[in-house]
């Protein structure tokens, strides 16, 4: 009677051990219903301390309640390290901005050779482009002048990132954008943008940065006219700059309402920033048309953080 009773046992164990064996197959497989999906995620380490190891199986990308394939996390150097990065200035600024334009101009020739940067000013919502995408960054450094001290007839810097981003040329590099503005948007003055808290086109200058892998560093500087002295107005450009950056994984920089005595400790961060990026690809869940898909980024690694878009643009389920 014994010998028979150790035999439902020796079933349960049996069973148990292929239940986890099928879970951790289920697990290592990519479910057929999703698509890759790729992302630029910065790490900041917190506090003194040097960058840990941080390993693919380390990456925690969660869709709602599910937990993401991820298929790759590589640092963004060597053969991966490309990046275009523009330089976006408004022409609305004071020409006090003059006595960054030294602090700019060294900030572009201090770029890797792997990194194209172009130069353009924002008016009239759309960019006039001084320098297109190129590596030899001294000539981009030397295009940089004085702003106009002028937003024209249509001054909207939201509408010109927009206009940049639409004409931005197709490649698998990293897309960043610095963009200096006072963030006032001086083309649509109607009661019916009024009181909203955040400009209206800065909010589809978000999408469209989540929706191309733009990441758009926002620094604020003082413009002119009577709208940057109007607390209201140049409290909502600054909001809304904040958003525009942290929608697209970006940092916004500001010191108050005031000109800052210099913008080099904001670049320098921006250069930090760019040296400890990872290139992410995982498996999201599609719906049935494409659009945005709000993700989430974590890990257990201790002493860092990711930071990235709030959102990616997900291609719509094959049929």
Known sequence: MQQYGILPKVLLVC??????????????TTPSNTVPVRMTVTVYVLGDRPMPEINREDVIVTQGRDRLHVTEWVPAKGDRAGLDLFVLIDDALDTSFGSHINDLRAFINN??????VGVGYMRNATVQILQNFTTDHDQAARVVRLPIASPGAFGSPYLSVINLMNRWPSHPNRRTVVMISDGIDRARRGPGFRGLGIIPDANSASDVAQRTGTMIHTIYAPGVGRLQRNFF?????????AKLSDDSGGESFFLGFQSPVSIRPYLDTIQNILGNQYLL????RPGRRAGLQSIRLATEVAG????????????????
């Not at 959102?311 to 094959?318: E, F, I, L, N």
């Open 15 to 28: 069973t148990v051990i292929l239940t986890a064996v099928l879970s951790l197959k289920a697990q290592e």
């Open 111 to 116: 770029q890797a050779p792997t990194t194209s």
């Open 233 to 241: 107005e140049a409290n909502t450009g600054q909001n809304s700059m």
């Open 281 to 284: 690809e995982f498996q999201a």
């Open 304 to 319: 860092v953080e990711f930071a990235s878009a709030n959102s990616v643009w997900v291609p719509a389920a094959s049929r």
